[in-house]
């Protein structure tokens, strides 16, 4: 492209910016720096917006801590900011959507599939299953941002007994929920739907795995997977299916909606690892929401302690 | 004559005012919002993305002034296009910053290691250097160094810069890439009126039109030097 040539073509005077623009290029300079320690200030980044939406007051019998102390997030963000993709692409246009639309009752839960007992469960029978726990987890999503959010909810094993699952039963796949008239995005044809997920059943037994029917002391708001969703907090967010309408019990290892889309960005077990990057970007790192920069990402999100043990032997760079 | 077929030097110096302030007006909003807190819950994130929409924004701007031009007659909207190219160039080192700053913290070695690895990050790269290189040599003084032609056909380099851009965007979307789509028909329509140009001219050359005689009188004119 740059080869020397003659140059018969002059340059219009049209075509040349005056001097005041060209000296006032400067000023662009001046400005980058000017918007760039604007933005840098820190403190105002953290907002105070509107109240959230308010759900049903939860009566809690145990509280624990699983996030070393730390503070969680805002229930305005946490209910606000975050994928919903039923609804749409867009995170805040889904979870804004989600509240707002979500038809939550009646609702009930089917666990099927290699079971002795098939049972179906009406929402309000299962928020009386089990004393409700609030547990303090960490959670990472796979795009690289994090929180801590109080859970309330039971542990999933609980659920699954209820049905009591077969020993040939190896893994459990989660189905859902679809409502056309609500979810505007289910008629993208990017994607397939439903959204599916899915464990390994020693995975969804582990006490840490929890069916969540609420946060921050409330039931849960539309955006957070009302009224009932999984919670596994070594894994990445969207492992956890939210608004969960079947849970099958199976064999073989269930397809999933984002391994489906994108296999090799999203894998089956989506274990919190910050050796094994996203092919986009690291997970060496998160931004956890509220805060300015970002911190280290903890192998199995902080839980190898508890967890490790679940996948001993395999090569967690193949079953990422 | 249209009405804006000519403006004064003095009208354009108006002109390039309004739009100088206009062009500051995306990169203030994000300044404004982060400062009030009213950029949802990850407002870096909004920030990088804001700024990045908006390097692309004036990307596009800047490939419309010659269709412009060339639809209206208004030959002066070409001495508006230095500044809209410089205003892309402007959002894309603000973007790099927040991307150096926010996301990375000045770790350069993490910085080249993404640069060589993540392709949506080389494309970037690749992108804003190509910018940069523009950038600099968009003075006077500058198109006087490299003489017009060559001149003309390095700035012609928007046109890649532009489509490698769409590419960074596609490349880092989740999985919903009408938005990136969107950017990439809109650009390769500019590109493509561009192609389109260049087809009939060589038609026009090939068919011999500029062996024939001019119709009517010619007027011999003198140029002073
Ligand atoms: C070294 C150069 C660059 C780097 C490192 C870079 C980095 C990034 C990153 C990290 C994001 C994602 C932000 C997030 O999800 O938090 C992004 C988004 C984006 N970038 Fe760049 N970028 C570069 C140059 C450019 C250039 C030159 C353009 C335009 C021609 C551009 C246009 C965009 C656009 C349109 C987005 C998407 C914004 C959205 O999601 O709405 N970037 N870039």
New binding site residues.
Partial sequence: MLIKRPDPIPILPSEITDAGVHARRRDFLRLSIGAGLVAAAGQPLLPARAQPPSGERLSIASRTDYAAMEKPSDLEDVATYGNYIEFSFDKETAMGLANRRLRVRPWTVRIEGLVRQPRTLAIEDLLRLAPLEERVYRHRCV??WSMVIPWVGFPLSVLLRQAEPLGSAKYVELVTATQPDTMPNLRSRQVEWPYLEGLRLDEAMHPLTLAAVGMYGQTLPGANGAPLRLVVPWKYGYKGAKSVQVIRLVEREPQTFWNKAQPEEYGFYANVNPDVDHPR?SQARERRIGEFFKRKTLPFNGYADQVAQLYAGMDLRKHY | MGRFDAVTDRQLAGLKTVLFLLALVPAGRLAWGAWQGTLGA?P??AV??????W??NF?VLTLCVTPLRKATGWVWLTRLRRMLGLF?FFH?TL??TS??WF?QFFDWGE?AR??LKRP??T???A???I?ALLAATSSNAMVRRLGGRRWRDLHRSIYA??L???V??AW??KKDIT??AA?GAAIAFLLGLRAWWRWQERQRQLAGAYLKKPKGKVIPIAIKR
Avoid: C, K, Q, S
Wanted: hydrophobic share 55%; charged share 15%; proline share 2%.
């Fill in positions: 795009e690289g970007w | 990850n870096i994130e990088t993305r804001g700024l990045g929409d390097t692309l990307v892309a894309a973007h790099v991307y150096v996301d910085i993404d640069i949506f990050i494309a970037g790269f992108a804003f250097a910018m810069l532009a490698i851009g769409v960074h965007y880092m979307v938005l990136p950017y």
